[in-house]
């Protein structure tokens, strides 16, 4: 890996850019990755940052470890450079960061996406599906910070289309289990009831306790607070419940990639559920209900908190008003069409 690693440094010589970042930063960073299993961008740091890095009084370096570098290969000087962000990110900033947003990196046209499961307590932070270790930041001087990441990012990440859910079947018959016996929630419950959604958890005990092994559920469950005092009888309990369980399984990995709007029936007859992008493309929602958290996954389930509880009636998109000329537009053919009726019933009274 040495020689190509010296062939890379080569070449960030013949760029032209300075930083304006202290060299007594740049020395601590290079010391203190020396000696965390960072050597690879260390030397890459050591040799090539006054030349790698643009003028920048901040900069945020996400870093592989030393066994995916070898792994990896030698990594292109645009897909290095697509590891280091003009933004001063700390640990509290990166988990903060709502979904969709977007980091601005040095390499040309590319920002990194924040891909990271809605979560009360933002522990996970994920960039372009990929986690970054953001509790435990590898450097942090107040203008340089570095953090670990599992691999190298990929700039073309969801460059594909996305894919289109087609969930239409409550159950499917699974050949190696041939569909007989039934499902355990007892985890999902427990994560649930600690997470502060007991209500909905104890409708999943109750009312799903002999669904089929084979089946794939998604339960969007709302929190206590809003289920409490919702019902106004005891009909209420089976329609409020089925209304946010879809028949497949729809985690946040799978979410994230639907092509938007998605709709997708549920146990409630009639009851669909659509998934859309929040205006400001900071999070997702179902029925226009935030999704608020990823709560528990497995091979057959996937339960996500909302921050409220569906609606009974799904409420259809807004339709755009049309414009003061398009109003008078429509008015002026209302007009033209009483007046050619008119002249119709004038011309067949009098026999023409």
């Known amino acids: 890996m040495a020689p190509k690693l010296f062939i890379s440094l080569i070449l960030f010589s013949l760029l032209s850019f300075s930083s304006c ?136 990440f969801r460059a594909s289309p996305r894919i289109n859910l087609d969930c239409v079947a409550s159950a499917r018959d699974d050949d190696e289990d041939g569909g007989d016996g039934s499902m355990s929630f007892d985890e999902a419950i427990h994560k649930m009831k600690e997470k502060g959604y007991s209500i909905m958890a104890s409708f999943l005990e109750l009312q799903m306790g002999t669904t089929k092994a084979s089946t794939l559920l998604t339960l969007f469950a709302p ?52 998934v859309t992008l929040r205006q400001d493309q900071e999070g997702l929602l179902v029925n226009k209900v935030l999704i608020i958290e990823d709560v528990y996954a497995d091979e057959r389930l996937a339960v996500l908190g909302i921050g409220d ?12 008003k049309p414009s003061a000329q398009r109003r008078r537009s429509m008015v002026n053919l209302e007009v033209l069409k009483v007046l050619v009726g008119f002249s119709s019933l004038v011309l067949w009274i009098f026999g023409f």
């Open 21 to 156: 970042l202290s060299n007594d930063s740049i020395s601590k960073a290079v010391e203190i990755l020396s000696n965390s299993g960072f050597l690879s961008m260390a030397l890459t740091l050591e040799f090539g940052s006054k030349n790698l890095i643009p003028r920048s009084e901040s900069l945020t370096i996400f870093t592989p470890s030393d066994s995916t570098f070898a792994s990896f290969g030698q990594p292109s000087l645009s897909l290095l450079k697509f590891h280091f962000s003009p933004k001063s990110l700390t640990s509290q900033s990166l988990r903060s960061l709502p979904f969709n947003s977007k980091i601005p990196t040095f390499s040309p046209s590319h920002t990194l996406l924040v891909t990271s499961p809605p979560s009360r307590d933002q522990g996970s932070v994920l960039l372009n599906g990929v986690k970054v270790n953001a509790s435990s930041v590898i450097y942090d001087d107040g203008w340089l910070r570095i953090f670990g990441i599992d691999k190298f990012f990929d700039p073309n």
């Open 223 to 274: 929190p206590d607070e809003k289920m409490e005092g919702y019902f106004s009888n005891f009909s209420d309990y089976s329609s409020v419940f089925l209304r946010h369980v879809v028949p497949c399984k729809m985690p946040w990995s799978v979410l994230i990639d639907l092509d938007y709007p998605a709709a997708v029936p549920t146990f409630l007859e009639a009851y669909k559920i659509t």
């Open 309 to 320: 509880v569906l609606p009974a009636v799904p409420q259809p998109e807004p339709k755009p």
